[in-house]
C-alpha cells in the first residue's frame, strides 16, 4: 500500500504518452498505483527535471518502465544529469520504487503535507498543460487554492518604500476582488504580497524554492504557516529533505508564473529574479503586467524595460489592474478620521507623493519638530507608514479616506 | 629606628592613602622595599639613594627595609619617592629629634634631588584628605592641580632639600592658593551646524540627545554627513557645573590629560575613539588601571563613528556605562569601579557596502552579510540607545538649501533645556531611570497616550520609559513644564526601525 494522497490515484492518467485509461479492474488499479509511485520516485531523482523526467516517459512509455532500466542508458536521457545521478537510480533498483515513494509521502506527511502527480486530478489544470510541468508537487495545505482563478504578484527581494507599498495595493485590491495571489515567499515584494492578501481575509499560494518540510527564508516561517492556516498552500517541486541550490530559485518562478492567470512585476532591478518570472510568462502565454518606477533609480529599471519593450502592460492603478482582468473592484467602506489641521496637512501632501521628511519640510512651511510628531500620529493611527524610516507612504487606510480638505 | 611618611597612591580614578614606614636595623646595607611593590617603585631604590646623596643626606650603610601599607594593594608608579626619601631621613634620625609637620608627601624625585609631577595629583590630594591629614607637600609644578582640592593645605616643593626644610620647619613653605575655577571659553575649531546641508531630522535629534544627554544613532549611507553632524555636537554641549568639574578633572588627570597649570577642565569632555579602540582603551582596564575612552567622556560625550567597525566585545563592554553610568572591571585583587556617564553618540552605516535602503545607489552586500553587519550591535545595546535616525542624501532643494540655524543659537537652546533639569530633578532627563511621570509633567492621559503609542508600535517598555524622558528633553527644549501630545509624538518619531 502506497501512501495514498487526499486526492488518491484515480483512474485517469494525464501522461504524454500515457493513453486514456479507463478503470476497469483491480489490476489495472494496481497498476496505476504502480506507476504513480514511479513518478514520485522517479522524480525526486537528483538531476531528473521535468524536461528529463519528459524525456525518459517518451522514451520508456512509463515511469516504471523507466525505473527499472539500466541507470547509464538512463542517464544519457537526462539533460541536466549530475554525479549523483547513477548512484540515486541504482539505490532506486535496490531499494525499490514502491518503498522510496512511500517515504517520500510519509516525509511529506510527516509535516502535514501530500503529495501530487501530474496523473492526479487534483493537480492543478493549469500547471497540467505547460511543457516543463513539474511531475510531482509536494504540497501543503489546500490543494484548492492553486485551482482558483489567481495572480501572480512578484518584484525584488530588497524593495524601495514605494515598491512595499504598491505590492501591497495591488494585492489587497486583488484579493478583496477574490482572486488568489501567488508568490514566491521571499523577502521583500513576495511576503508584502502575501501578507497583504491574508489582511485582505484573501488567499494566497506561495510556491518555495525549498522542500516544503524546510520553508526558505526562514525568516518567513511564521508568515509560511500564516497562510496555510489561512485556507492558502504551500507548494514545492523539491522532494523533502533536499538541499535547495540556487538553480531551485529561477526554476520555481515558472511555477509562480504557470500556476497564475496573469503575472505582476511589481518593483524589479535589471538581473532581478522577478524578471526569470516575467519571461516564463510570456513563454507560457501568461498576461503579464509591470508597474513603473522612477527611471532616475535602479529599484525599478528592470520593470521600466519589460514596459518600454512591449513585453509587459503598465498598470496604472490597482484598481484599474482588477478592471482589466475582468473583475469588479470591491467597494471600501468609508472611514471618518478626525485630523487636526497639521495631519490633515501633511497626509494630504503625502497622498499627492510619498516623500521624506526633509522633501516634505521642502513642501509645507512646518517646524521639523512638528512635522515629526504630526507624522507619528498618522503612523500611530495606520494612516501612514515608513519603510526603512526615511521616506513616508500613504496606507490603503489613508487613500480610502481620501485627500483630506485642509 | 622607626619612621613614617603619608603619601597616596591612584585606584582607578581614586585616591588611596599608602603609609610608608622605613625601618633601619644593622645588618649588611641594603634598601628593600616591600609591600607589593611594582617595578617602578621598585627603581625607587636608585633614585632615592642618588636624591638623598646629592642633597646633602646620608644613605646610611645598614639595612634599610621600606613597607608601603596597606600591604596588599599592589602599588605602581613613581610618586611615593619623595615619602620613601623622608621616611629613610626619619629613620635614620637625620631629620633631628624635634616632631615635624604633620603632612603627606606625595612626588617623584630626579637623581639631583629634584621633583616631578606624577599624573593623578587631584585624585591623590583628595585622598590625603581623607586619611585625616590636613597638609600635602607636592611638586611645585603639580601645585595648581592639587590645590584644585578643597580643604586641604597645598604646599609646593622644588626639591627634596626644600620638602625636608619645610617638614621639620627650617623653611616653611607657603601654602598654594586654591585653585580658581576658570572661566568657560566655548571650543573653538568645532564644526558649525551652518555648514550642515540639509538633515533636518538629524539636527533636531542631534540637539535634543545633547540636551538631554541622550543616546543617538545616525544611520543611512556614506557621505551624507553622519560625522559632520556628530562632530558638531562638541559646539552645543554647555560648560561643566562646578561639581562635575572637579570630577572630570580629577579623571584627566589620572589619565595626565590635563594642563597643570589650568588643571580645571570646563569644557564637556567630548572623546571621538577611532574604531580600532581595544575593549581595554573603551572601558578602561589594564594591570595599572587607566580610565578608558568612556571614562574620559565622563559628563560629556563618547562619540562612536562607524560604530559597526569597533570590535564586538569592546561594544558590548558599553552596556554597563550605558544603562548605570559606571565601569566595573574585574581584577585579581577585586573589582574596581569608573565613573563613566557618557552621553553616546554614534554612527553607522546600514551595511557593510554603506547603499542598503539608499535611493539612487543600489547594495551589493549579501543579505547574510548584512545581517551579521548589523547582529554586531546587540540587542541590549540597542536597547540603550535613546533617539534612532534613518537618514538619506539630502534633498536637492530641500530646506537644507535655505540654510540652517548656526551651532550658536542651538546651544543656546541646549543651555536653557540643561538649566531647567538642573533644577527641576538635578541631573539630565537621559540619566533619569524609569519613566518620567506626573511630577515631570507627563500627565496621566499622555501616560495612557504614550503607552498606547506603543502598543501601536510595539515598543518595549524599556524603549516607553526611554521616550518619555526623551519627550520631557523636548518639552524643556520648549521651556515648557509639562509634556504635550506633541512632544511624545515627536520622541517616538525617534524610535528605531523594528527588525525585519
Redesign the interface.
Known sequence: VIGVSAAGPRGVMRGDSAAQLTVSGSAELAAAADERAAWIALASIPGVGPAGFAALLRHFGSASRAAQAEPTSVVDLLPRADVDTVPALRALTRVGVAAVARRLVECAQHVGGEVLTALDDAYPPSLARLEHRPPVLYLLGAASALSRPSVAVVGT??P?GYGRAIATEIADELARAGIAIVSGLA?GIDGAAHVATLDAGGVTVAVLPSPIDRIYPP?HRGLAARIVAEGGALVSEAPPGRLTGKPDFARRNRIISGLADAVVVVEA?DHSGALLTASSALAQGRDLYAVPGPI???TSRGCNRLIADHQAELVTSAVSLVQRLGRRPAGRSTAVATLSETEALVLGALLKRSG????L??RLDLT???L??????L??R?LVISY????FHPTLAAKQIGMPKA | VLSEMLSATVLGVDGVPVRVEADVAFGLPSLTIVGLAGSAVQEARERVRSALRNCGFEVPARRITVNLAPADLPKEGTGYDLAIAVAILGASGQLGSAPVRSCAMVGELALDGSLRPVPGMLALAAAVRVAGVNEVVVPATSTREAATVRGITVVGAASLGDAVAHLVGLRPLPSALPTPLPEWIPPVGTPDLADVIGQPVARRALEIAVAGRHSLALTGPPGIGKTLILRCGEGLLPPLEEDEAVEVSRIHSVAGLVDRRNPVIRQRPFRAPHHTVSTQGLVGGGTRVRPGEASLAHRGVLMLDEMLQFRADALDALRQPLESGVVTIARVDGALTLPARFTLLAAFNPCPCGWRGARGRECRCEDAAARRYLGKLSGPLRDRIDIWVTMDEPEPFGPGARGGESSTAVAQRVAGAWRGQRERQGVANGELTGQVDDNAGLTRRMQATLAQRARRFGLSPRRIHRASRVARTIADLEGSRTISQLHVDEALAYRPEPRT
Request: aromatic share 0%.
Open positions: 527581494r530588497r524601495s523577502l525568516r532591478p532616475d533609480g535602479i521624506s521628511i526633509e522633501e519640510l521642502g521639523t519638530a512638528s515629526a510628531s504630526a507624522l507619528t500620529l503612523e500611530a495606520g526603512g524610516g526615511v521616506t
